[in-house]
């Protein structure tokens, strides 16, 4: 895990953002004085408002919009340059006309406002479109009248789901966060642990593919061969369809020939496959035979290739009884290689740790801060909880104004 950065700034946790919903409320998060006082001026707003224009069926439910909509489209279309045109815009101001007809009959709307659509489409359908509009425009200022109180509804409602929304939000919150853990190490012991691991991985990996880069054939390919049969270090075993005999049986040849074979790295050995064979004769004396033997231990040098910066590779997080079981094995093959102290050193501080038990509650400790962050940071340092009993105040704070207030569906009814 990385570092924290040292620029000095406070924002940065050293597993996360500090600027968690938990501790960071929104700017504009609604308060319950606030929504107290919004809505009360609002309410009061809303019934001065519907006051002025409850008494004219249409306007306030927005029946009246609807059909100067439709009139207002149909004026704005009405260019007819045939008798088919004008056929299909008749059509559509009988059907308006039928429908305003209806809402008439049904008093959903106003007669006066009947009037006024009735006397703009009774325009249009004689191709009186200047006059038509001037009628339509007549309804205007009543018009906005019903869209004010319906505006104001709305900065209501908006409001008051803003403060449901609110609630929601803090009670999930205190929910997740109660369920966090407090962590059994603190966060600078977590992440020295989280670079032990690292450290130990780093030294491994150098000193495995120095191994690779410096160490004779005939050492090196039997050694890996032997690791990969049970030791669970994680050197890749031979595949199915491979065979590493051959070329290992070449590498015990003591034939003089053989020397520059033998004393030839891992990676060496994987240039062979692109000489010639006279150039494989000439070194070797039977290119037929190399050859063979490398074709038939190919896919094992692959894998091993492949996979030589991962091999080796322990994670902070691998199950405790696993490494229980691995990192001896991988401390004992690092001490096989000869060739570096210090990774044989770390493995056995993190051996150690097994052993004594300080590793899994350091490695519990990490994963809850990789998991949880800030928060779980403030749960070790005690300023969670703290934050809990903030949010559940102001959680109910909000829910016992929202009671006082009624629900945005009655406002918009009238019922309120």
């Known amino acids: 895990m990385r570092p924290p950065d040292s620029d000095g700034r406070s924002k940065e946790s050293k597993y996360g953002d500090e600027r968690s919903p938990a501790r960071m409320a929104p700017p504009d998060a609604?308060?319950?004085?606030?929504?107290?006082?919004?809505a009360q001026e609002l309410l009061d707003s809303i019934a001065r408002a519907r006051k002025k224009v409850e008494a004219i069926a249409g306007l306030i439910d927005g029946t009246l919009?609807?059909?100067?909509?439709?009139?207002?489209?149909?004026?704005?279309?009405?260019?007819?340059?045939?008798?088919r045109q004008v056929r299909i815009f008749t059509r559509d101001v009988d059907t308006i006309a039928a429908d305003l007809a209806k809402a008439a009959k049904e008093k959903r709307l106003a007669p006066k406002l009947v009037a006024a659509l009735d006397a703009s489409l009774r325009k249009a359908k004689k191709r009186d479109l200047w006059s038509a509009r001037k009628a339509w425009r007549k309804l205007d200022r009543i018009?906005?009248?019903?869209?004010?109180?319906?505006?104001?509804?709305?900065a209501y409602k908006d409001a008051y789901r803003g403060v449901e929304a609110r609630v929601r939000f803090l009670r999930q919150q205190?929910?997740?966060?109660?369920?966090?853990p407090r962590p059994p190490a603190s966060p600078e012991d977590a992440r020295a642990f989280n670079v032990q691991v690292d450290a130990f991985n780093a030294a491994t990996t150098n000193a495995y593919l120095d191994f690779l880069a410096r160490s004779r054939a005939d050492v090196a390919l039997p050694l890996l061969l032997e690791t990969t049969q049970g030791a669970g270090i994680g050197i890749p075993a031979p595949p199915g369809g491979s065979d590493p005999e051959p070329i290992l049986r070449l590498l015990k040849n003591a034939d003089p020939q053989k020397e520059d074979l033998r004393t030839r790295s891992f990676y060496g050995l994987l240039?062979?496959?692109?000489?010639?064979?006279?150039?494989?004769?000439?070194?070797?004396?039977?290119?037929?035979?190399?050859?063979?033997?490398?074709?038939?231990?190919?896919?094992?040098?692959?894998?091993i290739r492949d996979d030589e910066r991962r091999s080796l590779l322990i994670a902070w997080s691998d199950d405790a009884t696993v490494l229980r079981r691995r990192l001896p094995a991988?401390?004992?093959?690092?001490?096989?290689?000869?060739?570096?102290?210090?990774?044989?050193?770390?493995?056995?501080?993190?051996?150690?740790?097994?052993?004594?038990?300080?590793?899994?509650?350091?490695?519990?400790?990490?994963?809850?801060?990789t998991i949880h962050g800030a928060d779980a940071e403030r749960k070790w340092s005690g300023e969670l909880e703290k934050d809990i009993q903030r949010m559940r105040k102001e959680a109910s704070e909000l829910a016992a104004v929202l009671k006082k207030f009624p629900d945005?569906?009655?406002?918009?009814?009238?019922?309120?």
Do not use: C
Request: glycine share 6%; aromatic share 8%.
């Open 330 to 369: 991988l401390v004992a093959f690092l001490e096989r290689l000869g060739n570096s102290p210090d990774a044989v050193a770390k493995g056995g501080d993190l051996l150690a740790g097994l052993t004594d038990g300080r590793f899994e509650p350091l490695q519990a400790a990490a994963r809850l801060y």
């Open 143 to 154: 018009a906005e009248q019903g869209a004010e109180v319906r505006r104001l509804q709305m």
């Open 174 to 180: 205190v929910e997740r966060l109660e369920k966090i």
């Open 271 to 303: 240039e062979l496959p692109r000489y010639s064979d006279a150039k494989l004769t000439h070194l070797f004396g039977d290119s037929r035979m190399i050859r063979g033997a490398l074709e038939n231990a190919w896919p094992w040098l692959k894998a």
């Open 65 to 83: 919009d609807r059909y100067r909509e439709r009139i207002d489209r149909l004026l704005r279309e009405s260019e007819v340059d045939n008798w």
């Open 30 to 38: 609604p308060t319950a004085d606030t929504f107290a006082s919004e």
């Open 408 to 416: 945005p569906a009655k406002v918009e009814s009238g019922a309120a």
